[in-house]
């Protein structure tokens, strides 16, 4: 079998193309079709786990959720890891393959387009319809010369396109033109029709819009997705939602998080983000955290070491224990957790540069950044909330002390993370903690003043994918889109 492609790129960064592929993996599943999402390359500290203990963007997750099948390493094939302002780790098949400098991207693209296009080979031989994602915006022509996520795949794979523009942000008619204008002839021949996301208001008002694009480009209108209340329920891919959605008010039981400058697997929150009566408030640099908060939470970091000194700059370190001081309680998540010990070494600069530091002393614990890294799933159980957990692990680093005596879960017979004597302070390596609905409502429960949660949270997001997928049928012309994909190898006629 070789299956039929389409590709969707956007006008820019965060236009919704994740979401838009992960509905129509949906759709189309429920449709009857054998359905994989495909991202040729991603760049995002926030990694799921696959059965083959490799790591993938989570927006690819979601999506083989939607469609309904395993996650694989093949979905996502190169993932970018940011280490800082100028490099990144580098993840090929699910597995880390070195560090790439942003200047050198465009003279390593040959080292990343065969692994792309042999797993874009092995999804295309098992399926029946690949949806891609794209990542940034094609218009970036600086960026040509080295790309392999956008018109560089597509030529590559011979996969049509389909470009998704952006109108909350405004300017969508001038960025899907000014796309096709700055696009060369051969790019440009590969985007065969044209969306518009994100409208908010009566569809027919952009009538003449759609008109006038369709003039300028030559491409076809697939129709105008409104704004859809089923995404907020949705996790995000990246952190850009999180900068917009950084808050300083709260009601019901107030959790802080930090915006660590190398936040990672932040999703672990979204289960208590639904919650009704939590509100987390996630507290951007240059703001103090709230001292009327509840607990704190400290996510995962792509590098602790590097964190932890953001962290003190920032003079968290004094408000987090003022405020364990005063009896509230304070959550680790994976580095989060490495940064509540006494000490963090990493002498060879596995997780960033070489170095040790004392982390916050506010868990009998030490970690060393040392041996393989631990990439699996996971699943077990809690002795402290006496409720089963399930998730994943993905970290560099052993942590070991006394605390580890009381481990916060138990995963697979051995013990994970640790607590403090009075049990105020915990820490797990365990992503996905919350997304179980028994230790959600017992770690609840436990601040007591009436905090009950009845919410089923996975439940939530697959009724939330339904509602997607079935507005998706409602607005785009989806059986336009069908007949726009192509086997794989499709050469645009000229």
Same mark, same amino acid.
């Given at each position: 079998?070789?299956?039929?492609?389409?590709?969707? &790129?956007?006008?820019? *960064?965060?236009?919704?193309?994740?979401?838009?592929? $992960?509905?129509?993996?949906?759709?189309?599943?429920?449709?009857?079709?054998?359905?994989?999402?495909?991202?040729?390359?991603?760049?995002?500290?926030?990694?799921?786990?696959?059965?083959?203990?490799?790591?993938?963007?989570? #927006? &690819? #997750?979601? /999506?083989?959720?939607?469609?309904? %099948?395993?996650?694989?390493?093949?979905? !996502?094939?190169?993932?970018?890891?940011?280490?800082?302002?100028?490099?990144?780790?580098?993840? %090929?098949?699910?597995?880390?393959?070195?560090? %790439? $400098?942003?200047?050198?991207?465009?003279?390593?693209?040959?080292?990343?387009?065969?692994?792309?296009?042999?797993?874009?080979?092995?999804?295309?031989? *098992?399926?029946?319809?690949?949806?891609?994602?794209?990542?940034? *915006?094609?218009?970036?022509? !600086?960026?040509?010369?080295?790309?392999?996520?956008?018109?560089?795949?597509?030529?590559?794979?011979?996969?049509?396109?389909?470009? +998704?523009?952006?109108?909350?942000?405004?300017?969508?008619?001038?960025?899907?033109?000014?796309?096709?204008?700055?696009?060369?002839?051969?790019?440009?021949?590969?985007?065969?029709?044209?969306?518009?996301?994100?409208?908010?208001?009566?569809?027919?008002?952009?009538?003449?819009?759609?008109?006038?694009?369709?003039?300028?480009?030559?491409?076809?209108?697939?129709? +105008?997705?409104?704004?859809?209340?089923?995404?907020?329920?949705?996790?995000?891919?990246?952190?850009?939602?999180?900068?917009?959605?950084?808050? *300083?008010?709260?009601?019901?039981?107030?959790?802080?998080?930090?915006?660590?400058?190398?936040?990672? !697997?932040?999703?672990?929150?979204?289960?208590?983000?639904?919650?009704?009566?939590?509100?987390?408030?996630?507290?951007?640099?240059?703001?103090?955290?709230?001292?009327?908060?509840?607990?704190?939470?400290?996510?995962?970091?792509?590098?602790?070491? $590097?964190?932890?000194?953001?962290?003190?700059? &920032?003079?968290?370190?004094?408000? =987090?224990?003022?405020?364990?001081?005063?009896?509230?309680?304070?959550?680790?998540?994976?580095?989060?957790?490495?940064?509540?010990?006494?000490?963090?070494?990493?002498?060879?600069?596995?997780?960033?540069?070489?170095?040790?530091? $004392?982390?916050?002393?506010? @868990?009998?614990?030490?970690?060393?950044? #040392?041996?393989?890294?631990?990439?699996?799933?996971? #699943?077990?159980?809690?002795?402290?909330?006496?409720?089963?957990?399930?998730?994943?692990? =993905?970290?560099?680093?052993?942590?070991?002390?006394?605390?580890?005596?009381?481990? @916060?879960?138990?995963?697979?017979? /051995?013990?994970?993370?640790?607590?403090?004597?009075?049990?105020?302070?915990?820490?797990?390596?365990?992503?996905?903690?919350?997304?179980?609905?028994?230790?959600?409502?017992?770690?609840?429960?436990?601040?007591?003043?009436?905090?009950?949660?009845?919410?089923?949270?996975?439940?939530?997001?697959?009724?939330?994918?339904?509602?997607?997928?079935?507005?998706?049928?409602?607005?785009?012309?989806?059986?336009?889109?069908?007949?726009?994909?192509?086997?794989?190898?499709?050469?645009?006629?000229?």
């Amino acid at each position: 079998m070789t299956a039929r492609a389409l590709m969707f &790129q956007g006008t820019g *960064s965060d236009v919704g193309k994740s979401v838009i592929v $992960a509905g129509l993996c949906r759709a189309l599943r429920l449709r009857g079709m054998r359905v994989v999402p495909f991202k040729p390359q991603n760049m995002s500290n926030n990694a799921a786990v696959t059965a083959e203990g490799g790591e993938i963007g989570r #927006a &690819q #997750a979601l /999506q083989a959720r939607a469609a309904g %099948i395993a996650a694989s390493v093949h979905m !996502n094939p190169v993932l970018l890891k940011p280490e800082g302002d100028r490099g990144s780790q580098v993840v %090929i098949h699910g597995r880390v393959s070195g560090a %790439i $400098a942003s200047r050198d991207w465009s003279s390593r693209r040959d080292r990343f387009m065969t692994p792309i296009l042999d797993s874009f080979g092995q999804l295309a031989s *098992s399926h029946e319809m690949i949806l891609v994602e794209g990542a940034g *915006s094609p218009a970036e022509t !600086n960026l040509r010369a080295g790309d392999v996520a956008n018109m560089g795949f597509a030529r590559a794979a011979g996969v049509p396109v389909v470009l +998704i523009g952006d109108i909350d942000r405004g300017g969508v008619i001038a960025s899907l033109i000014g796309t096709h204008a700055v696009l060369d002839d051969a790019d440009r021949a590969h985007i065969r029709a044209f969306m518009v996301n994100k409208f908010r208001g009566d569809p027919a008002l952009f009538a003449d819009g759609l008109r006038t694009v369709a003039e300028m480009t030559g491409w076809h209108s697939m129709g +105008i997705v409104p704004w859809l209340a089923a995404v907020s329920r949705l996790p995000a891919e990246d952190a850009v939602p999180l900068e917009q959605g950084a808050i *300083s008010a709260a009601h019901g039981l107030k959790i802080a998080v930090p915006m660590l400058s190398r936040i990672a !697997n932040f999703d672990d929150l979204d289960p208590l983000r639904a919650e009704p009566g939590v509100s987390i408030v996630f507290v951007p640099p240059g703001t103090p955290l709230p001292l009327d908060a509840d607990a704190v939470i400290l996510p995962g970091t792509k590098s602790t070491l $590097a964190d932890l000194a953001m962290l003190r700059a &920032q003079g968290w370190d004094t408000d =987090i224990l003022a405020l364990a001081r005063a009896g509230r309680r304070v959550l680790g998540l994976c580095g989060g957790f490495q940064l509540l010990g006494r000490t963090i070494r990493d002498g060879h600069g596995l997780d960033g540069a070489p170095g040790e530091a $004392a982390g916050l002393g506010l @868990l009998d614990v030490t970690t060393e950044m #040392a041996g393989e890294k631990t990439v699996r799933e996971a #699943a077990g159980v809690s002795p402290a909330y006496g409720a089963p957990v399930r998730g994943y692990e =993905i970290h560099l680093g052993v942590t070991e002390g006394p605390d580890c005596r009381r481990p @916060l879960t138990m995963l697979d017979g /051995q013990g994970d993370g640790a607590r403090s004597p009075n049990g105020l302070v915990e820490g797990s390596y365990l992503h996905g903690l919350f997304h179980a609905d028994g230790f959600r409502r017992a770690w609840l429960a436990s601040f007591g003043d009436g905090v009950a949660s009845t919410l089923a949270f996975e439940a939530q997001v697959d009724a939330a994918l339904d509602s997607l997928a079935a507005d998706l049928e409602k607005h785009l012309d989806m059986d336009g889109l069908v007949n726009l994909s192509e086997p794989a190898g499709w050469t645009p006629r000229r």
